[in-house]
Every structure is written in C-alpha cells, then in structure tokens.
C-alpha cells in the first residue's frame, strides 16, 4: 500500500502540484504582507481620519494633537532652543506644546480614544478570514496527507431600531491526497436577522454600545481641547512669574546697590565727626539684610527657572533664560477693563463651556440607558429568521443553490417570571441620570462662581495696578526727599532706609499687579469660552 501510494503521488502533484504550491504561496504572502510600520501606518490613518471627521470648529483650530512616536533620529529638545539660550514667550510656549510630557500624555489619551473606537467599528464592517491546515497521518502501514482551506468574508449590519442582520460567505476547498486524489471546492451563504418587536432584545444593546463610544470620542476631544487652553494658560502664567521673579531679583540687586553707597558715604562721614557711630551700625545692619534678601531672591529665581524647564521637558541644567523684553511688552500693553458684562460672561461660559458640553451630553447618555434598562423590564419578543445556501457539488462553488437553501422564520420570546438583574440595571440607572443631573447643576453653579470670581479678579488687579503704580511715584519722592533730608541735617537714618524698603516693595507690587492682571485676563477668556490656541501654542481671543 506504501508503495502504492508513492507511485502515485507524482501524478498526484503532476496534477495538484501547482495549485498546492499556489495556495501555499498566498497563505504565505498574506502571513507576509503587512509589516509592522504598515499596520501603524493604517492606525493612525484611520484614527486621524475620525479625529478630523468629529472635530468642530467651536473646539478650536486642528493642531498639536497628533502623537509623537519616540525616535532616536528626532531633534532633541535642547536643540530647539536659540542659539542664545533666550527663550521668548512664544518659543517657550510652542516647545512646550510639542515636548511637554504632560501634553503629550493627552495627545496619547486622545489618540487611544478613537483607537478604541476603530475596533468597535470594526466589529460592523467586513471581516474577511482565512484558514488553511496540512496533516499527515500513518495507520497501520497506510500514510494520508490531508489539507484544507477556507476563506470568507461576514458583515453585520445594525440599525437604530435594533435591527440586527449578519450575513456571511465562505469558501471551502480541500484536497485529499491518498491513493486516490480527489478534489471538493464549495462555498456556503448565511445570514441572519433579529428584529425587537417588544423589550430590549436584538441590536439594542450593541446600538447603545456603538452610539456611547462614538460620543466617547466626541467627549475626548472637547476634553483635550479644554486641556490645551488650560495648559497654554498656566505655560503663560509660569513664564510670567518667573520673569517677575527674575525682575525681583534685579530689583532686589538695585537696592543693594544703593545701600552699599549710602553706607560708604555715612562711614566716611562718621570718620569725619559728621555722623554718629549708631548710624553707621544701622545702615550696616539693614545692608546686611538687603544682602540676605537678595541671596533669597536667587536662589528662588533659579527655583523657578528650573521648575519651568521641567515644564518644559528641558533638562534642569539647561542654560537658558526668558527674554526680559516680554515684560517691557507687557508694561506696555497695560491694563484694561472685562470687555463683557457679567450677565454677558455667564451667558457665553454657559454655551461655550467644552466641559459643560460634555456633562450636558452625559445627561442624555443617561436617559437613554434608563430607557433601554426600562424596556429590558417587560415582555422580550425578537423576529428571528435566518437563511443558509449552499453551492453545487464538487466544484461549482460560484452556483448557490437558492431553492434548496435552509429558511427559517418565527418568534424569540421571554417571559418576565424573572427580572431580578433587569429590576437592579434599572434602579442603577435612575439613580445614575439623578446624579448626572446634580453634577450637571453643580457645575453650572460652578461655572457661574466662577465667572463672577474671575470677573471680580479682573476688575480687581486692573484697580490695584492703577493704585500700585501711584504707590511707586510715591516711594520714589519718599526716597529723594529723605536723602535731601538727610543730607541737610533735618532726616535720619533710618527714615532713609525705610524708604529704600518701601520702594522696594512698590517696584515688586507693581510688577506683581500687572502679571495678576495678565494672567487674570487670560483665565477670564479661558473660562468664558472665547480664549482659543493657535497652531503655534499661543492663545488669541475670539469674538463671540
């Protein structure tokens, strides 16, 4: 029998040989055919393509929410930087868009939001599949060697009204090579319908599950974008407060400056008899302490200055500074007054608000699981019907044969004798759309607090940088006419030097008045609703 078989199976492959190398072949082709930068290639095309299809203009301008893979090759962070190492705000603003670990973690969560939903999806697209298998056995002197393939493609279809309808075809082809070879290629059509007539049967359930995760999406993207007018804010109002500090520091430097010269000129007045030993001590006294202010301002300076580059995503060491100019620019632009009225404030937050929007649409997801959980109570009835059609024999697999197919027809149904889960699914979800609610009225009050607060900081830091900068004018008269008081015998020492302090605190309230200000402004139109990011990073204020 052995022997048998050998001479036949060279007219065996004479007459299958190409046609098992053929369908090896494309098994191994196919197993072959995508490779791993293809298959990354095709996610982040699909995954953008649903981002850009869900994304609406009130969200703000498309930009800096692509991921960045980690490559060796990519320009690293430091070289980015100027030349100089002087960052200006804008600079800093877009390094920190494109390298800050934290917004990159949310460009990640967004990105992973519409992958997901890529397999939901896919789940009611076309799948093809493809099997294949080769044994071979020896029983009792008699050697067999079988394969088989099949392939195919299903695809279910789902409507709104829970109509669920499936359908399938698949080709079957298997060769036996025995010691006598045979051939079958056949193929098979089903498909299968489910319709709701009474409950929450059928393709509700996996509706509702379709609808939740593209509104999942949707609700990421209002989230990110949220974020992004976050973040851009605080990177603002980081730089900001460093320069101040910055700036305090130089402030601080400028009094010591001065208070070194006055104390040289009282100790060569005391060497002389004009002045009195103890005003010497004082000033040398208070001069030591302006020293130790300014050692304290460095070193919170440098503090901060770090804290930002980590900010940044820049290494700790790196030497760099903010430009100085931007608080020039700042000077110059001033203070100005809320542009809206409160009720005006409150009203655009109310219909702008992207997280508001989220909760706002959580609130129908609610209701609509209550009423699906609802409909789960009663009588579940479904229309079920089902079809299967097979091809001609042997190898005829392109001629279905309709009129000898397998049909059925009739009525799934479930009596509610036991609804103790669907009792539980829908006291849950009552429960669940009242706690949305109160979420959704708490955040309202929320966002109106808010508001009014931030409407109040505005008009608040724009009075007190007004009523700083008279305050500086001051401190500076205050200092020249204690020096001409002093210098003709009528001042003291000590009213000199309190001077000096008080003027020191003016130059520091008035900077800090006017990055409050800054930085109020900013939050103001962030929580409103109309601060936008541009493509760059930076924010840009949009007219309702």
């Known amino acids: 029998m052995r022997t ?17 190398i053929g369908g090896l072949c494309m098994v191994l082709g196919l197993a072959g055919g995508c490779s791993r930068e293809q298959y990354k290639a095709q996610a982040d095309e699909e995954v953008y393509k649903i981002l850009e299809d869900k994304w609406q203009d009130g969200f703000g301008q498309m930009a800096n929410y692509r991921i960045q893979d980690a490559d060796p090759n990519e320009v690293a962070v430091l070289d980015v930087v100027p030349s100089g190492g002087v960052l200006s705000l804008a600079e800093a603003v877009e390094i920190a868009t494109r390298y800050s670990r934290e917004y990159q973690s949310q460009k990640e969560s967004l990105y992973l939001a519409a992958l997901d939903l890529t397999l939901t999806r896919h789940r009611y697209a076309p799948q093809w599949f493809g099997t294949f298998d080769a044994f071979y056995a020896k029983n009792l002197g ?11 493609v299903n695809k279910t279809f789902l409507l709104a009204n829970g109509l669920r309808v499936t359908s399938g075809l698949a080709l079957d082809w298997s060769r036996f090579l025995t010691g006598d070879p045979q051939t079958s290629l056949g193929s098979v059509l089903t498909s299968t319908l489910a319709f709701p007539i009474l409950g929450a049967g059928a393709g509700l359930s996996e509706w509702e599950n379709l609808t939740q995760a593209e509104r999942n999406v949707l609700y990421r993207i209002r989230t990110f974008n949220r974020y992004r007018q976050t973040f851009v804010v605080s990177v603002i109002s980081e730089y900001y407060r460093v320069l101040q500090q910055r700036e305090a520091v130089s402030i601080q430097e400028a009094s010591y400056a001065r208070q ?19 005003d010497l001590g004082e000033a040398e006294q208070r001069m030591l302490t302006t020293e130790q202010a300014l050692v304290s301002a460095r070193q919170r300076y440098e503090q901060t200055l770090d804290t930002f580059k980590v900010r940044l995503a820049l290494p700790t060491d790196a030497n760099i500074e903010l430009d100085p100019n931007e608080l020039t620019a700042l000077a110059d632009i001033g203070i100005s007054e809320p542009e809206y009225t409160e009720v005006e404030a409150i009203e655009l937050a109310l219909d702008r608000r992207l997280d508001l929007s989220n909760t706002r649409d ?3 997801d609610a209701q609509r699981k209550l009423e699906l959980a609802a409909k789960g109570l009663g009588v579940q009835l479904n229309l079920i019907g089902s079809a299967n059609v097979a ?6 697999f392109a001629s279905l044969q309709f009129d000898e197919g397998n049909y059925r027809l009739g009525l799934e149904g479930d009596l509610p004798l036991d609804r103790k889960a669907e009792r539980n699914a829908y006291r849950e979800s009552l429960i669940t759309l009242q706690q949305r609610q109160r979420s959704y009225e708490e955040q309202v009050d929320e966002i109106k607090l808010g508001v009014r607060q931030g409407y109040r900081d505005l008009a608040e830091t724009a009075e007190s940088y007004r009523i700083q900068q008279i305050g500086l004018n001051l401190a500076r008269k205050r200092v020249e006419v204690e020096k001409l008081s002093l210098q003709y015998g009528r001042g003291t020492v000590r009213l000199l030097l309190d001077s000096e302090d008080a003027l020191v605190r003016a130059q520091n309230d008035v900077l800090s008045a006017l990055v409050d200000h800054t930085i109020a402004k900013m939050s103001f139109f962030r929580d409103i609703g109309v601060l936008q990011v541009r493509p760059d990073g930076m924010w840009e204020h949009t007219a309702p």
Request: glycine share 12%; proline share 5%.
């Open 4 to 20: 048998e078989w050998r001479k036949r199976l060279p007219l065996c492959r004479s007459k299958w040989g190409g046609l098992w």
């Open 142 to 152: 008699r050697e067999d060697i079988t394969a088989g393939a099949e392939g195919g």
């Open 260 to 278: 070194v010269e006055s104390t040289n000129q009282l100790r060569m007045e005391v060497e002389v008899g004009q002045r009195p030993a103890y």
């Open 362 to 364: 959580g609130l129908d």
């Open 391 to 396: 091809s001609e024999p042997e190898t005829k």
